[in-house]
C-alpha cells in the first residue's frame, strides 16, 4: 500500500447546520477544510433529510486529524450514513484522529447510522465521539468497528485503538464508553472481545423500556454467530455486539433500528437507499 503513506497528512475539519426551512430540514449552514465533504441531500421521506458523509480519498494514514461537526437545530430531522466503510490504514508512528461532536436540540432528531470502521494491522488511531442532546431531542446511533481484514486472514495483530464515545443530556454525562486495544490484546480477552473480530454499539434516547424485551428477543433471532445484548437506563437504551463479519452486524442493528424508529422517531424504517447501491 504504498500510496497510503505517499501523501502527507490531512487536516480536515467539516461544520454542519440544520435547520427547518420551506416546509423540509434542510442544510442551513457549512464549514469545510480539506477532504471531507458531504453528498447533496436527499428526501425520501419528506421533510427527513438524509445526507451522506464523504471521508478522505483512500482513508485515513497516521497523522490525519478529522473533525466532524454537526449540529441540528430546533425540530431539524436528519438521518447521516457514509456511502462505504471507512478504512484507517497501518501507520509508521504517528497517530491518527477523529473527533465527531453532534448536537441535538430540543424538538430535533438524529439519526447517526454511518458504515464500518475498518481498521488494517498496524494502525494507530483515537476516535472520539461526542453526542449532546438537549432535553426533548431524540437520538438513534451506532458505531460499528472491524479489526483486521479476516476475509483476506489478517487479523488484528499489531497496532493501537483508542476509541471514546460519550452521550450527554442538557450538559450532564450519561454515558463514557471505551474501546482500548494493542493488537490482539482486546480480541483474545475472555472479558473482551473474546476471540471475535467485531463488535458494535448502538444508542437510543427511549421514553420507557417497553421496547426492550422486543430488541432483545431479536438479537437472540441472531445467536449463536453474533453474541449481543441491551440494556436501558436514564432513558437510554444500549445495544453491544460482537460478530465475525460486519454485514452480519449491519443486519442485525438495521433489524433493531427497524424496530426501534416508529417508537423513537414516528416514522416507518426506510434504509438509506446508498446501502443497496
Not at 40 to 57: I, M, Q, S
Not at 66 to 94: C, E, M, W
Request: charged content about 15%.
Amino acid at each position: 500500500m504504498k500510496h497510503m503513506s505517499s501523501r502527507s497528512s490531512w487536516q480536515a475539519d467539516l461544520a454542519l447546520e440544520f435547520a427547518p426551512k420551506a416546509g423540509k430540514t434542510r442544510l442551513t449552514a457549512s464549514h469545510r477544510r480539506g477532504p471531507l465533504a458531504v453528498q447533496r441531500a436527499f428526501f425520501p421521506e419528506g421533510n427527513l433529510n438524509h445526507t451522506y458523509l464523504l471521508h478522505p480519498p483512500g482513508g485515513v494514514v497516521g497523522g490525519d486529524q478529522l473533525d466532524i461537526n454537526i449540529q441540528v437545530h430546533p425540530q431539524g430531522q436528519v438521518l447521516l450514513t457514509t456511502p462505504g466503510a471507512t478504512k484507517f490504514y497501518r501507520s509508521a508512528g504517528p497517530q491518527a484522529r477523529l473527533q465527531q461532536n453532534l448536537h441535538i436540540a430540543s424538538g430535533a432528531t438524529l439519526e447517526w447510522m454511518p458504515l464500518e470502521n475498518i481498521f488494517f494491522p498496524g494502525t494507530n488511531t483515537a476516535i472520539k465521539t461526542d453526542v449532546h442532546l438537549a432535553e426533548g431531542g431524540q437520538f438513534i446511533g451506532w458505531e460499528i468497528n472491524c479489526l483486521g481484514r479476516p476475509a483476506n486472514d489478517e487479523g488484528f495483530t499489531r497496532g493501537c485503538i483508542d476509541s471514546d464515545f460519550a452521550f450527554y443530556r442538557d450538559g450532564e454525562l450519561l454515558l463514557l464508553d471505551r474501546f482500548a486495544t494493542q493488537g490482539q490484546s482486546m480480541i483474545s480477552d475472555p472479558v473482551g472481545m473474546r476471540g471475535f473480530s467485531a463488535q458494535a454499539m448502538l444508542v437510543a434516547t427511549m421514553a420507557d423500556d417497553i421496547l426492550v424485551e422486543q430488541v432483545q428477543t431479536t438479537l437472540a433471532s441472531y445467536a449463536p454467530q453474533i453474541w449481543a445484548g441491551a440494556s436501558y437506563f436514564d432513558g437510554l437504551l444500549v445495544v453491544r455486539v460482537l460478530a465475525h463479519q460486519s454485514q452480519e452486524m449491519l443486519q442485525l442493528l438495521t433489524a433493531v433500528w427497524c424496530l426501534l424508529r416508529p417508537e423513537i422517531m414516528g416514522r416507518a424504517a426506510m434504509p438509506p437507499r446508498i446501502w443497496a447501491t
